[in-house]
């Protein structure tokens, strides 16, 4: 595991302005810049959901910031580097975004408090959509879909603008997904033959954090945003999906979660193979079984 210790703090830019203890770095020697975020409690494993989900979005291509796991100071996290690439960058948190359309929303209670509406796709769109950039989000929902992600807050996605020219930034903050607060004592009932135990975790636990419509009262399910997509997107998310039906194979899913098999127990390795292996199957019956023509 890489340590970062000899990295010194500087003050840096908006990039993941999320509730996890942060804290940003610079390699004195190179320049290079990164946020060191710290694993959330000793038992978790969200540093290294955050490396499998850049290895993941990598082969899919899906912009992603690089993650690595690693040390600062005897403390575990992982390191992501900053995807401002210049000067000439400027990153802007699609809470910006959503706070010209909704003038009263609320970061904690995710609501606008003037209109009632709700933190959702149907808000993102309207945010989004006078930039063009709203289908370059609906990825982004496939591959939360995909890693279970629970946590993609209006900070948790963000724009890049340069020269007056805007565009969606590469994903960051991918820890709350690939089962990363799922209890050592707990994985072998996962594991074992109880197939509704199972479902919990795959699909009816499994909840976005991002409803569908402004006036939803409860959050989705992963599946249910997944459907509501292929419904009313599927032209614009066809490509994505047949990529991830071709690359991203059971061996090359094996391959991924095995790189990090020194920092996870068996039990957590298998766990996080079979819940990947569960999520495609489900969006093959979605979507069916395409394949990506290259």
């Known amino acids: 595991m890489k340590d970062?210790?000899?990295?010194?703090?500087?003050?840096?830019?908006?990039?993941?302005?999320?509730?996890?203890?942060?804290?940003?770095?610079?390699?004195?020697?190179?320049?290079?810049?990164?946020?060191?975020?710290?694993?959330?409690?000793?038992?978790?494993?969200?540093?290294?959901?955050?490396?499998?989900?850049?290895?993941?979005?990598?082969?899919?291509?899906?912009?992603?910031?690089?993650?690595?796991?690693?040390?600062?100071?005897?403390?575990?996290?992982?390191?992501?580097?900053?995807?401002?690439?210049?000067?000439?960058?400027?990153?802007?948190?699609?809470?910006?975004?959503?706070?010209?359309?909704?003038?009263?929303?609320?970061?904690?209670?995710?609501?606008?408090?003037?209109?009632?509406?709700?933190?959702?796709?149907?808000?993102?769109?309207?945010?989004?959509?006078?930039?063009?950039?709203?289908?370059?989000?609906?990825?982004?929902?496939?591959?939360d879909f995909l890693i279970g992600n629970t946590d993609r807050h209006q900070s948790n996605w963000a724009l890049i603008r340069k020269d007056k020219v805007m565009r969606l930034s590469p994903l960051y903050d991918n820890s709350s997904s690939l089962c990363a607060y799922v209890a050592e004592s707990k994985i072998n009932q996962y594991l074992g033959n109880d197939l509704m135990l199972w479902k919990s975790l795959v699909d009816t636990k499994s909840k976005s954090i991002i409803r569908i419509s402004s006036r939803d009262t409860k959050q989705p399910t992963h599946l249910e945003v997944i459907k509501y997509i292929h419904n009313n997107y599927f032209e614009q998310t066809i490509d994505i999906v047949k990529k991830i039906n071709e690359l991203l194979t059971e061996d090359v899913i094996c391959i991924v979660v095995d790189k990090y098999i020194e920092m996870l127990s068996m039990n957590k390795t298998d766990l996080i193979k079979k819940y990947l292996f569960s999520k495609l199957q489900l969006l093959k019956e979605v979507y069916g079984d395409v394949d990506y023509e290259y």
Not at 57 to 82: D, H, Q, T, V
Not at 89 to 107: K, N, V
Request: hydrophobic share 35%; charged share 25%; glycine share 8%.
């Open 4 to 143: 970062f210790s000899f990295w010194e703090e500087y003050e840096g830019t908006p990039e993941g302005s999320g509730r996890s203890e942060k804290i940003w770095l610079m390699n004195p020697d190179t320049g290079q810049t990164g946020l060191f975020k710290f694993k959330k409690d000793i038992s978790t494993t969200d540093h290294v959901s955050e490396c499998i989900a850049f290895d993941l979005a990598n082969i899919i291509g899906i912009p992603c910031a690089k993650f690595e796991a690693g040390l600062y100071k005897a403390r575990e996290g992982s390191m992501s580097y900053s995807i401002v690439n210049n000067k000439e960058e400027t990153l802007i948190e699609g809470i910006y975004c959503i706070s010209l359309q909704y003038e009263h929303f609320d970061t904690e209670t995710l609501m606008d408090s003037k209109t009632k509406d709700k933190y959702s796709l149907e808000m993102i769109k309207k945010a989004l959509e006078p930039l063009g950039l709203f289908c370059d989000f609906l990825p982004i929902c496939i591959f």
